[in-house]
């Protein structure tokens, strides 16, 4: 069979515009997810079991379930309910775009908050014996050290959930968003190129992934400049 | 009147699940007293040296600072601090030196210094590097002070560690086995520096091996043994002459 490239020109308009709703999605439900994740992963630490509980659970269910069903809980399922559909929510919520942030943040945000939890509990024990000593508060034992010392540990692992958090991103095609995967699907029920168009969105997902490997090492190098090399282990998304 | 001593510990206890570690130590420091804590290992000189500022929760006994009680409950295993601002506030005032010094990798020299002073204490930036300067240089490492943790020997991070508990103005010093995890080329600069600050007048409790140092420098010693004391009193005495059995034996193998 012949493939033809032309398309891809001649649709790249199209293809960019399903990027940036692509990126739009990463970037905000990242940064909601990552607000979200580190209070979860506080109180995951605490001895507390009643403290620590909650956040068990929370992290428990969306690790523990697909995406896609969490994207469709969301989607169809909140305007199941009158007060849903009655309460101040429901513009948000009757959005497709809105819909798919919520499920992507909550979805992020428990594999982020496994992740700091990850890294603060990764600090050697006597560095944080060294801020107790000289009568530290709690507070100030994490705001001065340990958050900014496991701001180092956590970046290859965050990078990383970002990455999956971009390739996580094309189920949004599934509730109408025309992000890149869903503009492509668009645009090949009109071409009859499938080939040629996901060959394009393929590469512009491995080009996005790039540059956030790219910002991350870059970071990295400069966060652990005299540190060596330190990483934490988290589980793939499934 | 006369002045409360420095430090009083009282009959401390300490239990590890059904392993007592501790069965009863009480001592005095006053003033300027530099008390080193001898004993094989295991013997509990580390767990007694964390009980001290909470690190490690005693069982039973009592604590007191300038004739300040700490305020302790009973918790689940062990006592617990009861009045956590009083413990900060006190943890303030005695210095800590760890065996592996625990300096914090992400931060230079100067910053680990600076960190307490100037975010603990609320002290004025200004006044707070000059001073961190200052102990640096006394310690002997003013021209490292934008280098991080990791780029110095073991010895120069213990002397940082030192500069860094000094600049809280700690008016008592617990040291940990300083020199313990240091090649032995290293341990002098270390007693160096610790030799200096016995001779300021500071008040010290130190746990350590170098048995030739506590004898210089202490004005006590204290030999412990499976959680007792079990020989106490100056450094003559206890290296002369001491009247436990067990502390001529440990002497003997480790002179
Ligand atoms: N967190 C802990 N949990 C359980 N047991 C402990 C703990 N810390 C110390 N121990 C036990 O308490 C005993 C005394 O330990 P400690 O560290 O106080 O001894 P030490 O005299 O400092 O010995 P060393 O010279 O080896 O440092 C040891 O038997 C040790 O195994
Ligand atoms: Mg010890």
Redesign the interface.
Known sequence: MELDFSVVIEYLPRLLSGTWMTIKLVLLSIVLGAIVALPLALARISKNPLISGLPFAYIFFFRGTPLLVQIFLVYYGASQFEVVRESFMWPVLREPFWCAIIAFTLNTSAYTAEIFRGAIQAI?E??V??C??????KT?MYR??LL??AF?IVLPAYGNEIILMLKASALASTITLLDLTGMARTIIARTYTPIEIFLAAGAIYLLISMVVIYIFRLVEKR?N????TQSIKVPDKG | MSKDPALVLKDIHKTFGDHEVLKGISLEAHDGDVISILGSSGSGKSTFLRCINLLENPTKGEIQFNGEALQLKQGEHDLIAADMKQLTRLRQKIGFVFQNFNLWPHMTILQNVMEGPLHVLNRPKKEVQEYAEYLLNKVGIADKKHMYPNQLSGGQQQRVAIARTLAMDPQILLFDEPTSALDPELVGEVLGVMRGLADEGRTMLIVTHEMSFAREVSSEVVFLHQGLVEEQGTPEKVFGSPDSERCKAFLSTVF
């Open positions: 050697p006597g560095e014996e060294a107790k000593v000289i009568g530290m508060t100030q001065r050290i900014p010392r180092g966060q400049r005299y540190l060596g």
